[in-house]
């Protein structure tokens, strides 16, 4: 039985890579971090138990890190833990940058003491391009970085320090570059759940309105069920190397606003307003990948559209009010 070892795991794509994982015949282990309301802490899998292992760790703890590593000894490791909201990555840019930066820094080394042998796999992220877009209007592995916020900094240090890591030490470590995904398990404050709960819950009487930062911003919205199969193959490719992984479509934010909406016979613009306070001081205005590396290496196409992405949202918050 293969065993992985995942931070991040009661995120959302913690939990759906678990119950990916376990379905493959993997024993999963994981961390969490100490919270003060432990009941809420792993809601994303508590659903999964059997063959799945989860003790206390933060990335910013070295000696527990390397300590856990020695005692699962696993084949696979992913990297998933971030302070992962941009928005608020301006708020706390230094707890950001220790968390997403050193924390990979402090798991990476904790790998190469532990169990060098295993696969390490890091969780980039499309907002490395920042203001980066190829004349075709894509970004793929050879665009340039040109971050535009403290999280995309903090992910262009961990994508490089894992290339570092990989030519020094002959590691088997690798980035997937992930365009945005979501699920019915996405935070409520990323843009897709927000507005989908928002606007479920005017649908049902139970609020009025919903106020929103920039709504002219295009994102490339995949589905995370589908994205964490992509991990998995990624860091299983024989050759460490790195993969974007997108659908290639990209959505305004007002294009998506507007669908939602109307799939609950509502018109957006009675609705939404704008507040200041969920602007950015400096906006990443526009993300298209292009994953044709990754199609044409492994057998990877994504299952969802960006239309059943955003309905089996609305089901879910259609039936959870
Ligand atoms: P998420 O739902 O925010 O999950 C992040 C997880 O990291 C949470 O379980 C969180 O635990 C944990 N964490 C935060 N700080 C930690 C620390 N210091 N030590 C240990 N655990 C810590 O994010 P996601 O959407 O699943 O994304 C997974 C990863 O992919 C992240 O690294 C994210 O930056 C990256 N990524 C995401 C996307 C996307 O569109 N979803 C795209 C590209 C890259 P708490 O609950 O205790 O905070
Ligand atoms: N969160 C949020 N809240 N975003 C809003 C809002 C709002 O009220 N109004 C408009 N937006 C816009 C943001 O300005 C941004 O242009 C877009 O909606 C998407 O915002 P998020 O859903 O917060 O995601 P993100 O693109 O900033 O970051 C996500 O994707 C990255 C990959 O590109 C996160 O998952 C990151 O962790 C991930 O790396």
Redesign the pocket.
């Known amino acids: 039985m293969k065993k992985a070892f995942i931070?991040?795991?009661?995120?959302?794509?913690?939990?759906y890579l678990t119950e990916y994982l376990l379905g493959l015949g993997y024993e999963v282990h994981g961390?969490?971090?100490r919270?003060s309301t432990p009941e809420h802490?792993q809601s994303r899998i508590d659903f999964v138990r059997e063959n799945l292992h989860v003790s206390y760790?933060?990335?910013?703890?070295v000696s527990g890190l390397e300590r856990v590593l020695q005692k699962v000894n696993p084949d696979e490791v992913y990297?998933?833990?971030?302070?992962?909201?941009v928005r608020i990555s301006y708020d706390i840019p230094q707890f950001t940058a220790?968390?997403?930066a050193l924390?990979t820094l402090n798991i990476l080394e904790a790998f190469r003491n532990a169990c060098p042998e295993a696969k390490f796999y890091q969780?980039?992220?499309?907002?490395m391009f920042g203001s980066a877009v190829d004349e075709d209007g894509f970004q793929r592995e050879t665009t340039p970085f040109k971050p535009v916020s403290p999280?995309g900094c903090s992910?262009v240090f961990a994508y490089n320090i894992v290339h570092n890591y990989r030519n020094a030490y002959k590691l088997h470590a690798v980035n997937?570059?992930?365009?945005?995904?979501?699920s019915p398990?996405?935070?409520s404050n990323?843009v897709t759940n927000k507005v989908v709960k928002g606007a479920v819950l005017i649908k049902k009487g139970m609020a009025k309105n919903l106020e929103l930062g920039n709504m002219d911003s295009f994102r490339d919205w995949g589905h995370?069920k589908d994205?964490v199969k992509a991990m998995h193959k990624i860091i299983n490719h024989s050759m460490a190397d790195d993969f974007v992984v997108a659908t290639g479509q990209t959505h305004s934010v007002r294009e998506m606003t507007d669908y939602v909406f109307k799939q609950l016979g509502l018109d957006y613009q009675e609705y939404v307003s704008q507040n200041p306070n969920f602007l950015r001081p400096e906006e990443l205005t526009y993300l298209r990948g292009d994953s044709s590396k990754l199609r044409s290496t492994f057998d990877w196409t994504p299952e969802y559209t960006f239309h059943q992405l955003m309905d089996e949202m609305i089901e879910f918050w259609m039936e959870k009010l």
Request: proline content about 0%.
């Open positions: 931070t991040g795991i009661g995120g959302q794509d913690g939990s961390i969490v971090r919270n802490q760790g933060d990335l910013l703890d990297n998933l833990a971030a302070q992962s909201h220790q968390t997403n924390g969780a980039s992220s499309s907002e999280y992910k997937g570059i992930l365009f945005n995904h979501e398990r996405r935070g990323f995370s994205y």
